[in-house]
């Protein structure tokens, strides 16, 4: 990993986050699924590194880079979370405003002068 972190995917982590966000709220058993890769055990850090003989320049390096890492990750969750609750917010919205629409659409196709005339239209 290269010692300068960029955001360049963030929009895509977002933009997952709403994928399965809104697919979680339409399919009742969907699964959120984590966006990113498993993170590398101390021991392959340390090994990809030089292993336990570098010096202390070395292992300063290597221990900023994990941290590095992990600062990484924690941002890329949290937009992608971000992105899962802007999902979410979405359908609930959309079916807020179908709510409306349905209700609009009875008020003002079904003539309606009373509760008491509503029910013996009901019962026929």
């Known amino acids: 990993m290269s010692s300068t972190v960029t ?6 982590f977002f933009f997952n986050g709403v994928w399965q966000g809104l697919k979680t709220a339409l399919v009742p058993h969907a699964c959120i699924s984590d966006p990113l890769p498993p993170m590398p055990t101390v021991r392959d850090w340390l090994q990809a590194h030089g ?34 609750f802007v999902g979410t917010l ?30 013996d239209w009901v019962r026929g």
């Open 7 to 12: 955001a360049a995917r963030f929009p895509s």
């Open 51 to 84: 292993g336990t003989g570098m010096d202390a320049d070395a292992f300063d390096r290597c221990e900023s880079e994990w941290y590095e890492l992990l600062e990484l990750r924690e941002r890329q969750m949290n937009v992608f979370l971000a992105g899962l």
């Open 90 to 119: 979405v359908y609930a919205i959309a079916m807020l405003a179908l709510l409306a629409l349905v209700g609009w659409l009875l008020y003002s196709l079904v003539p309606f002068d009373g509760f008491g005339r509503f029910v």
